[in-house]
């Protein structure tokens, strides 16, 4: 690596030190900083970031995703799912399928051909994992709202990418084509990936923490992320439900444990600082500044389809109303998993192609720099009319 990259990289970490200094602060979300700090000093900013360290920005995102989703895996022990459960599914089906209801609706009215619109629509229902759940952790809050907004954003994505293969199949069919390749890869990837879990997992769960009674070691820890990641890439599954997976399966299997994520908490730190700063210098605003009115109502659709059906979601399950009506606002974050559908989108239907990255980019930008606030706000207000 040249000299500048490793300036540049300790740059980077002392940005992001600076970047949680002033969250302390402030009470801003240190996720939102720090994306604005690698806005800054990103392409759209002052274009300091190497090439050769921003194009690690790909590798970052399966490493710090795959952490993330260990985490939220662990999250979902039997006792918080016994406690919770009920409420993280029914508000995280409820926030998908209202997403794509209420969006698909609005663009159409718009002016955009339905079959374009239930696309967007698609899109919106993905959220940010990795935003959210360090939202979660800076906030120092562990009440029901937060137990049960972990196991949601453990799972919705899931629900997401399942919702959007069935909308490739369904435009597919409306545009004439007979095409069922957007399913079946949804079935490998999601399936595929439980598979990977368990097979990890279920071993992982018996043979980590052996050596250190009760608590696996930092090598132990990294093994399992870079594995898991790695085989993920390589059977072309998704990493994040592959980490989550084994961390359910770990944390529900291995009794010995007394810290099985312990190790991870440590270390995840300076990988996710890592990611949202080239995040942030990956950003374009200029795209955002052009949306114009149809990305303006996708802003407002987005947000008001999460409110209401997150709302919906909690009286289904029984939720207290002081925390219902902040679901919706809590999953507002979308990041990365929204430009990748975005991505599959674009290639399957060209002639709407610009549109839908566009679009999506643009809006991305948007609720990857306010959403986190969003999370916070409902937090706290949560906390303070428990």
Known sequence: MHAA???ALGALFLGGLIADTVSRKTGLPRVTLLLIFGLAVGEAGFALIPA?????YDLLTVIALTMVAFLLGGGLHRDTLRQHGRAIMAISVAIVLGTLAIVSVGLTAMGLPFGL??????????TAPAATSDVITQSGVNNGFTQTLRG???????WGLVGFSLVLVIVAQLQGHQDLVGLSHAAWEIGGAITLGLVIGGPAAMLTGRLRDGEPLQIEALSLVFLSAGLSLWLEVSFLITGIVVGAVIVNL???????????????????VLFFILAGGALDIAVATTLGVIGLAFVILRTV???????????IAGVPAREGRWYGAALLPQAGVAIGMSLIAAQRFPDWGPQIIALTIGTTVVFELLGPVATLIAIRRTQKQA
């Open 5 to 7: 990259s490793l300036i």
């Open 52 to 56: 050769d360290l921003q194009a690690w």
């Open 117 to 126: 619109a239930l696309l967007m629509a698609a899109i919106a229902t993905a």
């Open 305 to 315: 389809a999460r409110i209401i059906s997150g709302w919906v979601g909690a009286q």
């Open 254 to 272: 291995a009794t010995h444990h007394t810290k099985a994520f312990h190790e991870i908490e440590h270390i995840q730190w300076p990988f996710v």
């Open 152 to 158: 949601i954003v453990a799972i919705d994505d899931v």
